[in-house]
């Protein structure tokens, strides 16, 4: 049946939507429009707009698309830059401190922007072709500063969460491949898989935990290992921990060294660690989703010592390579062991066709359709350069110990411990007073009302059951000064919580 003519003239309207030769003009007129809304939003003053959730519910009609009514480009712009131009977290502003959030690189922007653009997958041959040797190359370039072998390789994720639950099931797999010769790819759960246990500081990422739970294991197939005070593994209790396990009946499979941890940037000793899971013969995972990229620094690099004989590698460049989410990738010590994700479906890679020259990326990835994240690190690397990141990642190391000097002595200020990375968690205290509950009120409510208004943004998390302030500092424009701005606004707020209770 044909269409009648009211709607023939609607589709001819909004076919012009479609990408392609014909509309490349009006492509560029919407980037440019929206290029003029992005550039009001990098001159917001404040990091957020301050508490506009509350009155959302008058927005509710732009969140909602109509049914009847569209908009042109200048419409939609508006409405989106009243709902989420005006408002959204802007992570470049120096009083953004809570997060792993980075700034970002205008060489990244540019290759997200062609990424998306031509939408690129990358999960066979024949849907990249080069792209596929562009990943394998961002892959090759990262494994060479990690010093892994020739037989290394790897794959983009969609960050740290996916990268580490890709090594528990490596490792897992793998584990009950050599010894029990099982194939729990093909059959699926055995009853001895219940009795595998990784082993990872108490510091160590949750994701960890939440994978083996992902993997029908449990957070108890997880054996948290104590941290000295430097909030580092300690190796004679992760020995310890295994000999407990082993003798408890349980079977060690894995150990994960933390590389720069989520609160504290603390490096597990990679270099023992990396002995001890030698001697037990079992996999050792690197999580450094945060602290990987240190590896381009002068300052950090020796930390990373013996990450060379990892078995596998978080690394997450969308967090410490100021690239845009999503880029991260997975890296494994043997190419092989991807055998155990690898799916060969008639329709995308059937094995009987596989050809080594022209790779089908899909083999070593969780995922099917897959985006083209490669693309920003080489406008990155190309256009940056590695060694610069390096020297951004230092930068920002520095500001985070000078911050520490500065409050130390403050005695409005308890401090946790000297940052190794770009964090620095704290608390403010009243002095003389040895109440931990109100601390715990005070920061909090410093916390909320700094975000809230508008003022701050700082992250709060737990050390010793108490609440603790913490800052993320990945912005190297960040200064000095913006830092004891927030400081001193903490500690206003601090204070005025104080007389008001
Ligand atoms: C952030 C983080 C992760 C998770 O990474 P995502 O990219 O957020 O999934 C894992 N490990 C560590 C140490 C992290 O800091």
Redesign the pocket.
């Known amino acids: 049946m044909l269409l009648d003519t009211q709607e023939n003239l609607v589709i001819d309207r909004e076919i012009a939507h479609f990408f392609d030769s014909q509309s490349k003009y009006t492509y560029e007129e919407y980037l440019n429009k929206a290029i003029q809304h992005v550039k009001s939003f990098l001159d917001r003053d404040q990091f957020y707009s301050g508490d506009f959730v509350s009155d959302f519910t008058s927005k509710q009609h732009l969140i909602t698309p109509s049914p009847t009514t569209k908009l042109d480009i200048d419409e939609a712009l508006q409405e989106i830059k009243e709902l989420y131009l005006d408002h959204t977290i802007a992570f470049h502003n120096p009083d953004y401190v809570a997060h ?1 959030n980075c700034p970002v690189l205008l060489p990244a922007l540019v290759g997200d922007l062609i990424a998306s653009s031509v939408n690129t997958a990358v999960e066979t041959w024949d849907q990249s072709t080069s792209a596929t040797l562009i990943e394998q190359e961002m892959i090759r370039w990262i494994c060479s500063k990690m010093e892994l072998p020739d037989t290394s390789d790897g794959v983009f994720t ?7 639950f890709m090594a528990l099931l490596l490792a897992r797999d793998d584990y009950a491949f050599r010894h029990f010769g099982l194939n729990l790819k093909e059959n699926g759960w055995s009853d001895v898989v219940s009795k595998f246990r990784f082993f990872c500081s108490e510091k ?2 949750f ?2 935990k939440k994978n083996a739970a992902l993997m029908g294991m449990g957070y108890n197939a997880v054996i948290p290992v104590a941290v000295d005070n430097k909030m580092k593994m300690k190796p004679d209790a992760l020995v310890q921990a295994i000999e407990k396990e082993k003798q408890a009946g349980n079977i060690p499979v894995a150990i994960v060294a ?5 609160d504290f940037g603390s490096f597990d000793p990679i270099d023992t660690i990396a002995k001890i899971a030698k001697e037990y013969d079992i996999w050792f995972h690197v ?5 990987g990229s240190y590896v381009l620094t002068e300052t950090h690099r020796h930390l990373l010592n013996g990450i060379g004989d990892a078995d596998s590698v ?1 690394i ?1 460049f ?2 410490t390579m100021f690239q845009p ?2 880029s ?1 990738a997975f890296l494994v010590r043997d190419t092989k062991n991807f055998k155990y994700v690898s799916y060969y479906a008639d329709y995308l890679n059937p094995l009987e066709h596989r050809d080594e020259t022209c790779p089908n990326l899909i083999e070593k990835s969780i995922q099917t359709t897959r985006r083209f994240d490669a693309l920003k690190l080489w406008f990155t690397l190309k256009m940056t350069g590695a060694k610069t990141i390096g020297s951004f990642l230092e930068k920002v190391h520095y500001l985070a110990l000078d911050l520490y000097h500065s409050i130390k002595d403050d005695p409005f200020f308890e401090i946790v411990h000297q940052p190794e990375l770009s964090t620095l968690v704290f608390r403010f205290i009243t002095p003389g007073v040895d109440n931990d509950t109100m601390h715990d009120r005070i920061n909090l409510y410093i916390k909320n009302t700094l975000f809230k208004s508008g003022q701050a943004s700082v992250a709060s998390t737990k050390f010793d059951d108490k609440i603790y302030l913490k800052f993320t500092l990945l912005n190297p424009k960040s200064t000095i000064s913006d830092l004891l701005n927030i400081i001193q606004m903490i500690k206003d707020t601090g204070l005025q919580h104080k007389t008001n209770n």
């Open positions: 792993l969609s960050g740290g969460t996916q990268s580490n160590a990422h994701s960890i933390t590389a720069g941890t989520t999580d450094g989703a945060y602290g978080t997450d969308h967090k989410v999503c991260s």
